[in-house]
């Protein structure tokens, strides 16, 4: 699986932006989709997750109520929609799949077997 990642860039504080994410690979809907961020000094951090084929979705307590996670597996592509962004959300977004994740795991990035190359989200106040 490749992932692709796109949809960055330099946003003032309280905007918005998309990240989408592509795979290829025939059996995208199989994968737990997640997007991680990263910024320099930092262990990557968790933002969001959806849990394989079930659809559920998950966050970190930060974003919940602004971000969205979102999947077509049609087009085998995850989004992640960000409203109402703040400087602290500043940082390098990865997307990832992980085939084997237990919900208990799912925000351990060690638990996810593929990386997108990371896109740079910059929040200006």
């Known amino acids: 699986v490749q992932l692709q990642a796109c949809g960055g860039g330099l946003v003032q504080a309280g905007g918005s932006l998309r990240l989408s994410c592509v795979a290829s690979g025939r059996t995208f809907s199989t994968y737990t989709m997640a997007w991680f961020r990263q910024v320099p000094g930092k262990e990557r951090e968790f933002v969001a997750a959806?849990?394989?084929?079930?659809?559920?979705?998950y966050y970190r307590d930060s974003v919940k109520g602004r971000f969205t996670i979102s999947r077509d597996n049609a087009k085998n592509t995850v989004l992640l929609q960000m409203n109402s962004l703040k400087p602290e959300d500043t940082a390098v977004y990865y997307c990832?799949?992980?085939?084997?994740?237990?919900?208990?795991?799912?925000?351990?990035?060690?638990?996810?077997?593929?990386w997108g190359q990371g896109t740079q989200v910059t929040v200006s106040s």
């Open positions: 959806n849990f394989r084929s079930y659809g559920s979705t």
């Open positions: 990832a799949a992980g085939l084997r994740l237990i919900l208990s795991s799912i925000s351990d990035p060690r638990g996810y077997d593929y």
